[in-house]
């Protein structure tokens, strides 16, 4: 079956620092990649996406290239603010499977000053 | 324009009780989703409507039912509540063409307890 598999959390930052979340990925067909972002108290958006291999999408100084070698779709920002603390979720469509996404579990995000 | 709207926001049952969740969209969109969420487990899916007039099973449906009302609405019943529904419920909109992929918008979510 299709899963993604992500980095535990909370990971916990100070503003500025570098981040890294990791996505890993296994699908019986060609997927779709995707980071949502999901503030507290709040529903999930989209923060980014790829839709074939060596894409890359990026949003709001976020990073993520999709890796059909190592099945990876790692987030990346290069300097973190404490807006950015959210819980941020890697999920993947299979091309031609509708539109249902398969999400990893979540990792929780903390920047502090 | 509210994009997708749920009520209630937070909910508390007893065990055995029934409830309907309800979820509109004010965007024109084909397909509704329901979602669960839960701590460890990310979101998954419990019932989508690919058009106005369509239900189909998602991969945990066991304990509910949907409704696509028309093309606005969609809601989710749970007509014996179990202490295992205890969960954040999401409700996703999407528009577009049907069989590619297109951006699921969400809802503000409904928390449930159930005792």
């Known amino acids: 079956g299709n899963s993604v598999t992500q980095m535990e959390g909370p990971v916990t930052l100070s503003e500025e620092a570098f981040l890294t979340i990791n996505c890993t990925y296994t699908?019986?067909?060609?997927?779709?990649l995707f980071w949502y972002v999901q503030y507290p108290g709040e529903g999930l958006q989209l923060l980014l996406k790829a839709t074939k291999a060596d894409d890359k999408g990026s949003n709001k100084g976020f990073e993520a290239t999709y890796r059909k070698e190592t099945t990876s779709f790692h987030l990346e920002k290069g300097s973190v603010q404490v807006s950015d603390s959210a819980v941020y979720f890697c999920a993947l469509i299979l091309t031609g499977g509708g539109n249902k996404l398969t999400f990893g579990t979540g990792t929780q995000l903390k920047v502090e000053l | 324009n509210a994009g997708v709207t749920q009520t209630p926001k937070f909910q508390v049952l007893k065990t055995g009780q029934s409830m309907t969740l309800q979820c509109a969209q004010d965007m024109n969109h084909n397909s509704m989703y329901w979602y669960r969420q839960d701590p460890g487990m990310g979101l998954r899916l419990i019932y989508y409507?690919?058009?106005?007039?369509?239900?189909d099973k998602g991969e945990v449906p066991n304990g509910y039912n949907v409704s696509r009302l028309n093309k606005r609405e969609f809601s989710l019943r749970l007509e014996s509540a179990a202490p295992s529904q205890t969960s954040v419920y999401f409700c996703a909109s999407s528009g577009g063409l049907a069989g590619a992929y297109n951006e699921q918008f969400f809802g503000p979510g409904t928390r449930l307890t159930v005792l």
């Open positions: 699908a019986t067909g060609y997927p779709s």
């Open positions: 409507s690919a058009s106005e007039g369509t239900t």
